[in-house]
């Protein structure tokens, strides 16, 4: 783990949007990470190509991939972030997606601050060995 996580609060009273918050920046680190490490790209193209991942529409494919790799438990914090209610939705996302999105990112911030790193980089692995945008570009 990057971080050692020194919760004083109760990790099943963070709301979802909270491991959400959390979460955004967990997967965000994740995906410049490997970019950075894996390909030669401009600055822009990293960005261009991480929005690919880190977005909402992003996010709504990955999880398609690894919904059914997760357990019990991370489907429960899964349905607990994508019922969680927003007070708006991204431009360039439909409300499902959004929603997704943000039980994705409420999955990756409730892996992190239980210290789940492991399983971060098993889902991580999973998803780019199937989602990789990179890949896309050059087929």
């Not at 994740?30 to 600055?43: C, G, I, K, S």
């Not at 399983?119 to 999973?126: D, T």
Request: proline residues 4%; aromatic residues 10%.
């Amino acid at each position: 783990m990057l971080f050692e996580v020194d919760a004083q609060v109760d990790i099943h009273e963070q709301s979802p949007l909270s491991l959400a918050f959390v979460g955004d920046g967990v997967f965000e680190l994740l995906v410049r990470q490997r970019l950075v490490e894996r390909t030669r790209l401009a600055p822009g193209k990293l960005h261009a190509t991480c929005v690919k991942y880190v977005s909402a529409k992003g996010q709504h494919r990955a999880l398609a991939y690894l919904e059914p790799l997760l357990t019990e438990e991370e489907q429960a914090v899964l349905r607990r972030g994508r019922n969680a209610s927003k007070a708006s939705v991204a431009k360039h996302a439909t409300p499902q997606e959004y929603r997704a999105s943000t039980g994705f990112e409420a999955l990756w911030g409730w892996l992190y601050l239980t210290g789940q790193n492991e399983r971060i980089g098993q889902l991580f692995e999973a998803l780019w060995q199937k989602f990789d945008p990179m890949a896309e570009q050059q087929g």
